[in-house]
């Protein structure tokens, strides 16, 4: 990371502040491909050589590599959709990362399974997976250390997933894609010190999306997907809620806004950071649920508990900013009722 900032310094290939940009200093922009190759050389020394290895860096590289014209020259919407289905046709048609088929609870009882076979349905549904992660990820990158945190937290639940059917390889990728998150986030945490530019958010879409169709490819079970879905289903539902919004206002579905859900947060009074805590505390939830339907009930306890200690904290945080305290007299008459501690 500092490799890439003064990289970036030197090339010009910097956020300028205005616009959307709410940050007051021009930031750089490199941080996607130095995530990148963290990763790579992650997967290249602890996942063995394979044509799935290979198709994840490549898929993924191509992602972090061609967006950077983006960073670099802000490039029209139809030339990033261009990117995007190149990186996603790679994937399905050179490496084969096809969603084949899902499971759907059986009628046979509890933990049986009914296979849903895709057929022609494959490549399309494949084709919408890997687009649909990378615009996803890319709207979530509109807060220091929001859109990294998060998909450090998903990258650990499928990692959790995948562990609990010794699917090793994408234990391995996984693993490989969170630890590149955490070691971005050192820079990027409020107030962040790099970004990771659209090269870094495509890259991380991407790199989801082939390695949870890795995780789906590698065992039949129910609910496989939506382990992956229900971890993004906040910031799914807010890139689809974005797409319904700008239609209905005529304009471009790649028409930039402050309308995101992370934007109404900071408007209503949230800092960067606490934004941050509440789209963190969602994912871990809702990837838990995922897990649950997954197999894995022990762990919900402790992330509900987790992710309540976090509300509270922030909660009380709000309130003290607000000037909301408890009248003293009121304090002391609620302590001496009996029956009360």
């Not at 992370?262 to 805590?277: D, I, K, M, S």
Request: proline share 5%; with cysteine.
């Amino acid at each position: 990371m500092p490799l890439a900032i003064r990289v970036s310094r030197r090339t010009g290939i910097v956020a300028v502040p205005g616009g959307r940009h709410a940050h007051s200093t021009p930031t750089p922009l490199l941080g996607g491909l130095a995530m990148f190759v963290g990763f790579a050389v992650a997967v290249l020394i602890f996942v063995p050589s394979t044509t799935t290895r290979t198709g994840v860096l490549v898929v993924s590289g191509l992602a972090a590599v061609l967006l950077i014209a983006d960073d670099r020259w802000s490039v029209s919407p139809g030339i990033k959709f261009a990117f995007q289905l190149l990186v996603a046709l790679v994937a399905v048609l050179v490496f084969g990362f096809v969603i084949r088929y899902f499971g759907l609870p059986g009628s046979g009882g509890y933990g049986s399974t009914t296979v849903v076979d895709l057929g022609w349905f494959a490549i399309p549904v494949s084709l919408f997976w890997l687009l649909g992660m990378q615009n996803t990820v890319n709207f979530l990158d509109g807060v220091d250390g929001l859109a990294a945190g998060v998909v450090f937290i998903v990258a650990l639940t499928l990692l959790i997933a995948a562990a609990g059917k010794d699917q090793i390889e994408v234990v391995q990728l996984a693993g490989a894609l969170a630890g590149a998150c955490a070691g971005f986030l050192l820079f990027n945490f409020h107030p962040a010190r790099i970004f990771m530019g659209d090269s870094g958010s495509h890259f991380l879409g991407a790199a989801l999306a082939v390695i949870s169709i890795l995780g789906v490819a590698k065992v039949a079970v129910a609910f496989a997907l939506a382990v992956p879905i229900l971890a993004l289903a906040l910031p799914i539902a807010d890139t689809a809620w974005a797409i319904v919004r700008r239609r209905r206002l005529h304009m471009s579905v790649a028409s930039p806004d402050l309308q995101h859900l992370h934007h109404r947060l900071q408007a209503f009074g949230l800092n960067p950071r606490q934004t941050c805590y509440v789209f963190y505390a969602a994912t871990a939830l809702l990837g838990t649920i995922g897990l649950m339907f997954f197999g894995h009930r022990r762990i919900i306890g402790a992330v509900v508990v987790a992710a309540l200690v976090l509300a509270s904290t922030m909660a009380a945080d709000r309130l003290q900013k607000a000037g909301v305290r408890i009248p003293a007299p009121f304090l002391r008459r609620l302590l001496a009722e009996p029956g009360r501690r």
